[in-house]
T-cell receptor
Framework: QKEVEQNSGPLSVPEGAIASLNCTYSDRVSQSFFWYRQYSGKSPELIMSIYSNGDKEDGRFTAQLNKASQYVSLLIRDSQPSDSATYLCAVNPFYNTNAGKSTFGDGTTLTVKP | IAGITQAPTSQILAAGRRMTLRCTQDMRHNAMYWYRQDLGLGLRLIHYSNTAGTTGKGEVPDGYSVSRANTDDFPLTLASAVPSQTSVYFC???????????FGPGTRLTVL
């Protein structure tokens, strides 16, 4: 079992719809969770971070964390063609004292169709 | 310089040659990382450094070496390149256990 698993995708949604990206992790003591967006041919960029159970909203993006279920998701409301990218989920383990040593999922590719 | 820079942007290299990928950050972050990204395999950690003077092995360290002489620079060396090292290489940095990482623009390396 991989430490961080994401829907393999690709995921396609129409413009204006809600895109839902899912991520599960195996290390129960993980403390911090991140979503990165990566456009084709570019480097990953951080779009959301979440540390506590519940929802965290930032503009059209909402991250949801459920530590009991070891599940983190990213919702994109009113999806735009410019949201078309690969989304990477990353998890930092609590017990690991190495600063910032995140484990990444393989990513889900999202296409928003006009 | 703003953030993380990497050089070269791309490189074609003959198998067996030695190559050093450069990475410099100006954020004074303690931790730096090298990842490779291959199609379908996501980001895989090669080596990391928690602070200047220390380094550690990641998930796929074989064939690569790093050094961290100072806070800003973290070069990655391929001693004798092989075709399986064809990949996109990203350098990243962070400061603190729960602070996310920031990435450089990447180096696209092709080994023939």
């Amino acid at each position: 079992q991989k430490e961080v698993e994401q829907n393999s995708g690709p995921l396609s949604v129409p413009e204006g719809a809600i895109a839902s990206l899912n991520c599960t992790y195996s290390d129960r003591v993980s403390q911090s969770f991140f979503w990165y967006r990566q456009y084709s041919g570019k480097s990953p960029e951080l779009i959301m971070s979440i540390y506590s159970n519940g929802d965290k909203e930032d503009g059209r993006f909402t991250a949801q964390l459920n530590k009991a279920s070891q599940y983190v998701s990213l919702l994109i409301r009113d999806s735009q063609p410019s949201d078309s990218a690969t989304y990477l989920c990353a998890v930092n383990p609590f017990y690991n004292t190495n600063a910032g040593k995140s484990t990444f999922g393989d990513g889900t590719t999202l296409t928003v169709k006009p | 310089i703003a953030g993380i820079t990497q050089a070269p942007t791309s490189q074609i290299l003959a198998a067996g040659r030695r190559m050093t990928l450069r990475c410099t950050q100006d954020m004074r972050h303690n931790a730096m990382y090298w990842y490779r990204q291959d199609l379908g395999l996501g980001l895989r950690l090669i080596h990391y450094s928690n602070t200047a003077g220390t380094t550690g092995k990641g998930e796929v360290p074989d064939g690569y070496s790093v050094s961290r002489a100072n806070t800003d620079d973290f070069p990655l060396t391929l001693a004798s390149a092989v075709p399986s090292q064809t990949s996109v290489y990203f350098c990243a940095s962070s400061d603190g256990t729960l602070i996310p990482q920031f990435f450089g623009p990447g180096t696209r390396l092709t080994v023939l």
